[in-house]
């Protein structure tokens, strides 16, 4: 028992360290090569395909119009567009704020391909040519709910019509491309749009895409190869840990592609010549908002494996905050809901540790008298066990059947905009982030201490020594984690010490 009941700790020591590592979605391993190559992904086992690149039609920049600007501004962002491939080149979210109080920017000026680019191949050829405008500056609100942007090209044999559609309270618009006399027509959504960080730490930050119901999640710096999906497409994004832009085809379209373009990761959709029509979101991940569009745009918030318990955890999070009003004090609420069901089982293990500690001047005894007799010696534990009716898994039990709503929880505090900047008391003014004078994760430490001192056990002293060692390895683990999951455990610490504290006192009033 004394052994594996170590190995369990030790264990999920390595488990909340390598969470990250082994469970999030890896994409497909590239190598270096030149040129690009695809490579083809869907449901199917990955199969060879034609080259993506169409042969260029050589269109030429038009350079006899100057580039216009025109600026959009709703309800919840303003953005800029221009005549330049009848792109986007700006976007302001006016909800969320950067750390210096200003607006968070999705898309600045500056980047090697613009948003929304068009093109007769890969190449976005069509984003440096300057397109006529039909339309004026917009200043949308409850009195103007609506209003349109056409930008219109027209060269040799071949036309393109793109139309814009903007809502006063909402961040989704509506894309509709006419598109006339070309071979192929691809859309992009250019380089890092959507992403305000993009070297989110424990998230990942880059192209994302939903095939079916399977996220796909591609790492930036493995793109060396073009990357192809073909297979029931959703949608393709950028993300970085709490926003993201995204382009919903609300017709059909042959294929996704990801690849990296002049060193910057992108990702688009190649469809046909004809009327496309799209839909665009770019701002928060806010679960409920994405919810109402009805587009499958929800799945962007990614919970990973524990998907399952993360998801009813956040309803009931959201619930508790809406009479609470405090992210914190639902944190402390959802910990003491949480914590209900395992009340028997914690308890019935605290007893059988309880028994253990008793019986162990006779453990020490077999161990000693059999020491070169390992099976006998196994043979009497386990005769022992029986005959005290003890079970000597059964105090790691509640540890371990806690794990999986843990990092659960983990993953709800971590990629959870709802708690991006929301405070709890004093000095915690921001639960995603990390406790800035360390308090939280301190008293966290001691009251490990206090629970491993409180808790009965059946290690030898060496044993018993080397646990005292894991109060300080988990406060220095979570020095950096964010606020809210640290008050999370530290709930539970509490809790963990009332329950045990009734349970001893129980005990010595039945010995006594």
Known sequence: MDNRTLLAIVLSIFVILGYQFFLAPQPSRVTDTAPPVETVKTKEEARSQPPVNATPMNIMPDNTIGEREITIENELYSAVLSSRGGTIIYWEIKDHKDKDGNN??????????????????????????????????????????FGEIVFKYTANNYSIKRTYSFYSNTYKVDIKDEVSGLRDYWISLGADFGMYENDSSYTHAGPVLLTGTDLEELKPKKLKEKVVFTTDLKWIAQEDKYFFAALVPLTEVE??????????????????????????????????????????????????FFSPISRPLFWLLEVFHGFLGNYGWAIILLTIVTRIPFIPIVNKGQKSMKKLQALQPKMAEIKEKYKKDPQKMQKEMTELYKKNKVNPVSGCLPMFIQIPVFFALYKLLLVSIELRGAPFIFWITDLSAKDPMYILPIVMGITMVIQQKMTPSGMDPKQAKLMMLMPVIFTFLFLNFASGLVLYWLVNNVLGITQQFFNNRKAAKESA
Do not use: C
């Open 255 to 304: 294929k996704a592609v990801a690849w990296t373009y002049d060193d910057s990761p992108v990702i688009a959709f190649q469809g046909n010549t004809g009327i496309n029509r799209f839909v665009l979101y770019a701002g928060p991940k806010e679960t409920d908002r994405l919810e109402k569009l009805g587009l499958g745009l929800e799945h962007i918030v990614n919970y990973g």
């Open 104 to 145: 968070v920017v999705l898309l600045k000026k500056q980047g090697v391909l613009p948003a929304l680019a068009i093109g007769s191949d890969s190449n976005f050829d069509l984003s440096r040519v300057n397109f006529n405008v039909s339309g004026n500056n917009l200043k949308l609100n409850s009195r103007n709910p």
